[in-house]
């Protein structure tokens, strides 16, 4: 079964500062590997996917994520935070192609301070 | 591209009413669409898929005779909350996967309030 886990609920950081959030997969075959955010309230918005090809992939809001088969990991950076950035961050994974579920995990929440 | 709308955004309602909300994809024909709930400060959890024209597969554990899902065309999907209990008041989603996607666009989400 395909599962994912974020082991930071919470990050607080400060403005300017770089970030890494941490994801981890569970996933027999290539998975299909996504970041999304959350502001309060609001539903989600994809920043970023890796489905194959170059592991470095490059989202919106100056987001990047590298997929790293050997430790199944796919975390997410940004060189320099803004305070826009504060948001719950979800990471998933899925099936390559197809129409089945996608896991997601726990999600980590990002708290930016001046 | 690849819009997906819910309505209402927030609906309060009394214990033991039914509830709808809709699920649109406004500029692709979603041939596949999922519902999430998702708790307070928690992940979102599939509820069920729904496939145009087809019965919706739901996850263990949920009542299907509770949330009714219909996915009648290929730009709209339903659920109704038969029976609302405060236990069900949560953030429910949706999201649409059309042809040729390998990805699931979500709509906004809908805030439910059971009194």
């Known amino acids: 079964a395909q599962s994912v886990t974020q082991p930071d609920i919470h990050i607080t950081v400060s403005e300017g500062a770089s970030l890494e959030l941490r994801c981890n997969y569970s996933?027999?075959?290539?998975?299909?590997l996504f970041w999304y955010v959350q502001s309060p309230g609001q539903g989600l918005q994809l920043l970023l996917k890796?489905?194959?090809?170059?592991?470095l992939v490059q989202g919106i809001k100056g987001f990047e994520a590298e997929f790293k088969r050997s430790q199944s990991s796919f975390n997410l950076r940004k060189p320099s935070v803004h305070w826009s950035d504060a948001a719950e961050y979800f990471c998933?994974?899925?099936?390559?192609?197809?129409?089945?579920?996608?896991?997601f995990g726990i999600g980590t929440k990002l708290q930016v301070i001046p | 591209g690849a819009v997906v709308s819910q309505h209402p955004s927030r609906v309060i309602c009394k214990s033991g009413t039914s509830v709808k909300i809709e699920c649109r994809s406004l500029?692709?024909?979603?041939?596949?669409m999922f519902w999430y709930r998702q708790f307070p400060k928690q992940s979102l959890m599939l509820m069920a898929t729904?496939?145009?024209?087809?019965?919706?597969?739901?996850e263990q554990g949920v009542e299907k005779d509770k949330f009714l899902i219909n996915h009648a065309s290929l730009t709209l999907s339903t659920l109704t909350v038969t029976s609302a209990h405060p236990e069900d008041s949560s953030f429910y989603i949706c999201?649409?996967?059309?042809?040729?996607?390998?990805?699931?666009?979500f709509g906004p989400g809908t805030r439910l309030t059971v009194l």
């Open positions: 999201s649409a996967r059309g042809t040729g996607h390998n990805e699931q666009f």
């Open positions: 996933y027999g075959a290539t998975p299909y």
């Open positions: 890796y489905f194959s090809g170059d592991t």
């Open positions: 998933a994974v899925g099936p390559s192609g197809g129409y089945q579920k996608v896991t």
């Open positions: 500029d692709f024909q979603a041939t596949t």
């Open positions: 729904s496939n145009e024209g087809s019965k919706a597969t739901y």
